[in-house]
């Protein structure tokens, strides 16, 4: 009961229904925490070199978190980890909701699925017995009509994770959905569980979760609360001036170290969403796929995304697990569905200013559509915006596009393609699995508009305007990820305050630093990396991070949690553990790291002549060797060292 | 740690129909057995025991209680934070977020969605981090109780 973890994993073995309990010793938590830590663990030592990600020996598991349920707060992420099949090395997504806090009431850690099921079933987790239960009824349901009919039959408190009919479909864009639309959408593996025709995992546990010292984890909790809820004049703001804070910030060639408490009140303000229109006008943004800028897209199509417009339709926030701030929302809808969750900053301009559309209600629309279907709303929106750039080039013709007229901004043709590529129907089929395989099928110089890194399309954050998106969207073992580093995450996760030897960004910079080549750089790079592993083993939400790391006590809830007494520096040295394995378990499924680069678009090769980012070009290839080397990993082609791998006692 | 079931039971499986750890098996008027592996120490089973036949995870005998006077959870918005940890803490699932805000605004709240199942239990209470949550005597019940008895 002290422990904070449960000390054991569930492996089902989808192919001949047994299920086997295993327990997991004390030093493995020490080494890798449990969530994405422990998955990297289990998937490298026992998923065979070069497995099919679609066949039997691909592994997926459903981690929790270290500290979920210790009495942390924003501490409630899951992470579903495997192999990829968009990108055929490691694959992993994070999600919040309450499905994080179910794995460990189940008495698990972690549950792993190998195999392939013969017919549709669902996992049935309840007082210490698991069973497959048959899922044929379910089987062409959307996420939410499936998290309903479980609920209904197992009641309220179950915690349900699910794969809509994109998943079904082995759609490579697909992801894992719980609570109504909280998805874990990258890396494809909606397809995995598809293929294992896994329709749902459905938990109902009241073990309980135990913490080393529970009243320091309480006080803890207290300061970090005490900065949640750090009043700040910004809040007052109305969402027009954030737009206009991200046109200052277009402008000026001097920018400062950017806070998070700045963030945080956006977060709790608006949600994600609060950086909508300010992106779009500080170049964060891609849009037009990747080819347009703020010119294309200026304030008055923007406004029609403005927080504040957003804001309105939301009913009541949504709170994950464990958190504190709320920066999810249930909002009103019309048409089709009542409610959506509010969408993301990411979903409304991928479906929105990527693809050049300008109408809200069809990303409202979208969003839920493409939630209960289980589809990526980045993949979605990026593979329609790449589709549309062929049509317009005119390497799609409307033969091709089953008469769709797919211009910039079309708004009824991009909710028909998106509706197709769901069903895989007509062209539908040939998007289903994002614009790199589809390219590859559609030939005809189709690669020239794809953007991607390593078969996955990076999120809506151009690494032109923030190099070090582009340096984490290159490097990371899960490539085209934005939610581990940039030069505004360092910033913000402030680690050179509680860790030794991290450099401490200049108050006040030049915007044209940001580009320069250094050693500082790549340490901020790889500090990042190694945190946020870190992070994904403790199960915190990266916004939480955010606050900064004397704000958030990450270390100290670890400790206080654990009984350990491990510095800051022994911590990021778990994080560079659980890094370096996910880059291990790379190279042995045979991946090049280089390969895996973003596209020369969305790193400035040919530079954009005007907008926030004119001119700019990210050397990502420099970048990652300095990157590498920080890890002993080789600088010239990526890969784990054998001393480095000896030195962190990976076998 | 777990709660054990004496030589005093009598089988009568009132502790059985309320673990919500499903923790508890036994044939009819035959003595029970509780599962270490699953027992939660939630306490119900030792208040509703009509022999005083259970003791606590420290070997205490529990008294048995009217479901009636069972504490119940009262939770201070003032302090509430919605993080939905007391939610997911309930065994029972007796707590539930508000699918409509609270006052003015957009904010939700927790609130005790199903008080007859509440076991009483306190985990919500023990588990909140801004302390925001005491148990206490369910004031409102007891009163139509009381008048009831007077009548």
Redesign the interface.
């Known amino acids: 009961?002290n422990k904070p973890y449960m000390g054991k994993i569930l492996m089902v073995d989808l192919s001949n229904g047994t299920m086997t309990e295993e327990a997991i010793t004390d030093s493995v938590y020490e080494q890798y925490l449990s969530g994405m830590g422990l998955g990297a663990y289990i998937l490298f030592n026992r998923m065979p070199a070069g497995a099919d990600p679609l066949g039997p020996d691909n592994i997926l598991g459903f981690c929790s978190g270290l500290l979920t349920?210790t009495?942390?707060?924003f501490s409630g992420r899951w992470t579903l980890v495997g192999k990829s099949p968009l990108t055929g090395g490691w694959g992993d997504a994070n999600c919040g909701g309450?499905f994080s806090?179910?794995i460990k009431?189940c008495?698990y850690d972690a549950i792993f699925f190998k195999g392939i099921s013969s017919n549709p079933v669902y996992l049935y987790v309840?007082?210490?017995k698991a069973t497959l239960q048959d899922a044929t009824a379910l089987w062409g349901q959307d996420a939410v009509e499936t998290e309903e009919a479980l609920k209904k039959q197992y009641?309220?408190?179950a915690a349900v994770a699910v794969i809509g009919p994109a998943g079904e479909k082995v759609s490579l864009i697909s992801g894992v959905c719980t609570d109504k639309g909280r998805i874990a959408a990258r890396s494809g593996l909606g397809a995995v569980m598809g293929v294992k025709k896994l329709k749902a995992v459905v938990l109902d546990g009241?073990?309980?979760i135990g913490a080393h010292d529970?009243a320091a984890?309480?006080k803890l909790?207290?300061h970090c609360?005490k900065w949640?809820?750090f009043p700040m004049p910004l809040s007052l703001l109305p969402g027009t001036m954030m737009a206009l804070m991200g046109t200052f910030l277009r402008v000026t060639p001097v920018i400062f170290a950017q806070d998070g408490l700045l963030y945080k009140t956006i977060l709790k303000k608006w949600g994600t969403g609060g950086m909508n229109q300010m992106s779009v006008e500080m170049g964060d943004s891609p849009l037009k796929n990747w080819n347009g800028s703020n010119v294309d897209f200026p304030l008055k199509k923007s406004r029609k995304i403005d927080p504040d417009i957003v804001?309105k339709a939301?009913?009541?926030?949504?709170?994950?697990?464990?958190?504190?701030l709320?920066c999810g929302?249930?909002c009103a809808t019309k048409g089709k569905y009542s409610h959506t969750h509010k969408p993301e900053y990411e979903s409304v301009l991928a479906l929105g200013g990527l693809c050049m559309n300008e109408d809200l209600d069809s990303i409202f629309y979208l969003n839920e559509f493409l939630n209960r279907a289980g589809m990526d709303t980045i993949s979605a929106g990026a593979t329609a915006a790449f589709a549309i750039e062929c049509y317009e080039k005119g390497i799609l013709t409307k033969k091709d596009t089953d008469g769709l007229e797919l211009k910039w901004g079309n708004t009824g043709a991009i909710i028909a393609l998106i509706e197709k590529m769901v069903k895989r129907e007509g062209i539908g089929d040939l998007l289903a699995d994002g614009s790199k395989v589809a390219a590859a099928k559609i030939g005809r110089g189709a690669e020239e508009c794809t953007v991607h890194a390593g078969g996955q399309e990076p999120a809506m954050h151009d690494g032109r305007g923030d190099p070090g998106f582009n340096v984490h969207y290159s490097v990371e073992p899960t490539p085209g990820r934005h939610t581990i580093g940039a030069h505004l995450y360092y910033e913000m996760f402030q680690l050179w305050k509680r860790v030794k030897g991290l450099p401490k960004p200049t108050p006040l910079f030049m915007k044209g630093s940001k580009y320069k080549i250094n050693k500082e750089k790549a340490q901020a790079s790889a500090a990042c990396s190694k945190f946020m592993s870190l992070g994904n083993g403790a199960g915190m939400c990266m916004f939480g991070l955010f606050l900064g790391s004397k704000r958030i006590p990450t270390f100290d809830w670890l400790n206080a949690a654990t009984g350990w007494k491990f510095t800051p520096e022994e911590y990021m040295t778990i994080g560079e553990r659980i890094q370096t394995m996910k880059q291990a378990f790379n190279v042995k499924h045979g991946i090049e790291p280089k390969n895996n680069f973003i596209s020369s678009r969305a790193q400035g090769k040919i530079p954009q002549k005007e907008g926030a980012n004119k001119g700019r070009f990210v050397d990502v290839e420099k970048l990652a060797s300095g990157y590498w080397e920080q890890f002993g990993w080789d600088k010239n082609t990526g890969k784990p060292k054998d001393e480095t791998l000896r030195k962190l006692g990976i076998k | 740690m777990s709660y054990t079931i004496t030589e005093k039971c009598n089988g009568c499986g009132a502790c059985m129909r309320v673990c919500p750890a499903g923790a508890i098996s036994g044939e009819k008027k035959k003595p029970h057995k509780i599962e270490v592996n699953l027992c939660i120490e939630c306490g119900a089973c030792g208040r509703v025991c009509p022999q005083g036949g259970i003791l606590d995870a420290e070997g205490v005998s529990c008294a048995m209680i009217k479901r009636s006077e069972w504490l119940k959870p009262e939770i201070t918005l003032e302090t509430c934070l919605a993080c939905g940890i007391c939610i997911d803490a309930c065994p029972v699932g007796c707590l539930a977020m508000s699918e409509q805000p609270r006052d003015k605004g957009v904010d939700a709240y927790p609130y005790l969605k199903d008080a007859k199942t509440c076991i009483g239990c306190g985990f919500c209470s023990v588990e909140c981090p801004a302390d925001a949550i005491v148990m206490q005597k369910p004031v409102k019940t007891q009163n139509v109780t009381d008048a009831k008895e007077s009548a």
């Open positions: 009961m349920g009495g942390s707060y309450t806090p179910a009431r008495g309840k007082n210490g009641g309220q408190k009241v073990q309980r529970p984890m309480k909790s207290r609360a949640t809820n804001k939301e009913i009541v926030k949504y709170h994950c697990y464990s958190c504190p709320g929302g249930i």
